[in-house]
């Protein structure tokens, strides 16, 4: 099983930018589905976008869409979460996960159960 390391939150004011990063240990992300999301307090955790490590296609949550991207670094065998033009309620504890292949095919948007691995998480915390 993959091992993850998020890094890159902080404290940002609104309007400011900050890039997370996810870096795999144990393997490498090969072909795997790498997602993002998000976890408010007292709120369930949310998708924010995924890349196929494979193929490279992207998605992005409409919440998010315009303001961040992800991406991927093969070798650096790590993913990338440029944050741009944030908002306080962006604020939250932000998880990177591997799942496989085919949760980039789905047409639906991928929940937390389609990931078998998570990192630990980084706080972004964003004041207004």
């Known amino acids: 099983q993959v091992q993850l390391v998020e890094s890159g939150g902080g404290l940002v004011q609104a309007g400011g930018s900050l890039r997370l990063s996810c870096v795999a240990s144990?393997?490498?992300?090969?072909?795997?589905?790498v997602g993002w999301f998000r976890q408010a307090p007292g709120k369930e955790r949310e998708y924010v976008a995924h890349?196929?490590?494979?193929?490279?296609?992207?998605r992005h949550a409409d919440s998010v869409k315009g303001r961040f991207t992800i991406s991927k670094d093969n070798t650096k065998n790590t993913v990338y979460l440029q944050m741009n033009s944030l908002k306080p309620e962006d604020t939250a504890v932000y998880y990177c996960?591997?799942?496989?292949?085919?949760?980039?095919?789905?047409?639906?948007?991928?929940?937390?159960?389609?990931?078998?691995?998570w990192g630990q998480g980084t706080q972004v915390t964003v004041s207004s």
């Open positions: 996960a591997a799942g496989p292949a085919s949760i980039n095919v789905r047409s639906r948007t991928p929940t937390t159960s389609d990931f078998g691995s």
């Open positions: 890349i196929s490590w494979s193929i490279g296609n992207t």
């Open positions: 144990g393997r490498t992300f090969a072909t795997d589905t």
